[in-house]
């Protein structure tokens, strides 16, 4: 199983940002993907997941922001940020859910500027 994910990079609150994760090893039309993020002196929590069908689940703090969406055909899951907050700075990841590989992708990391 692989993660590989993508479209981080520094950005000022407000502004939009789509965080990107291409998936192998895994059997996309069965398997819920979640978003971690690891913050600054915290541990990888995760912020999102959606199921195979689409389903969403997301924490309070990015609820109405962030919106996770997947294209099983292209093995990729996304991450639509929109208003980010300078506490939504951290490293993402993504992985399955509720059980994640212990094979974790590099992250791709979003610095979030006031």
């Known amino acids: 199983v692989e993660f590989v994910e993508s479209g981080g990079g520094l950005v000022q609150a407000g502004e939009s940002l789509r965080l990107s994760c291409v998936v192998s090893?895994?059997?996309?039309?069965?398997?819920?993907l979640a978003w971690f993020r690891r913050g600054v002196g915290e541990e990888r929590d995760m912020v999102a997941n959606i199921t195979a069908d689409g389903r969403t689940y997301y924490i309070d703090s990015v609820k109405g922001r962030f919106t996770a969406s997947r294209d099983n055909a292209k093995k990729t899951i996304y991450l639509q940020m929109k208003n980010p907050k300078p506490e939504d700075t951290g490293l993402y990841f993504c992985?399955?859910?509720?059980?994640?590989?212990?094979?974790w992708g590099q992250g791709t990391q979003v610095p979030v500027t006031p």
């Open positions: 992985n399955g859910y509720p059980w994640q590989s212990a094979g």
């Open positions: 090893g895994i059997i996309m039309e069965i398997q819920t």
